[in-house]
């Protein structure tokens, strides 16, 4: 098991190494969802209301502002119709 010093090292030299922002990744993510929600002909609104989550929050994933958890990725994924691991290989 990777400690918690070792993986923030681990972590720190990524970013180093890529000399990438530290939201890099989220705001990727936020790119596909935006995406593949446009794609659906979808407005952030009727994405909500079918995650039953907040519109606010929605901006903020898409706007790589936050880090959605898994249980919200889910949800997005669902109501999206694609797997979490496909999201993930379109970052």
């Known amino acids: 098991m990777v400690g918690y010093k070792r993986l923030t090292d681990i972590l720190g030299y990524i970013k180093l190494l890529f000399n990438v922002r ?4 989220y705001e990727k993510l936020g790119n596909v969802i935006l995406r593949l929600r446009e794609n659906k002909k979808l407005t952030q609104e009727q994405l909500c209301f079918l995650c039953e989550i907040n519109r606010s929050y929605l901006f ?9 958890s898994i249980k919200t990725l889910s949800k997005i994924c669902k109501t999206l119709r694609i ?3 496909d999201l993930i290989k379109k970052i």
Not at 22 to 25: L, Q, R, S, V
Not at 60 to 68: A, D, F, M, S, Y
Request: charged share 40%.
């Open 22 to 25: 530290e939201n890099f990744f």
């Open 83 to 85: 797997k979490i691991r």
């Open 60 to 68: 903020k994933i898409e706007k790589g502002l936050t880090n959605p």
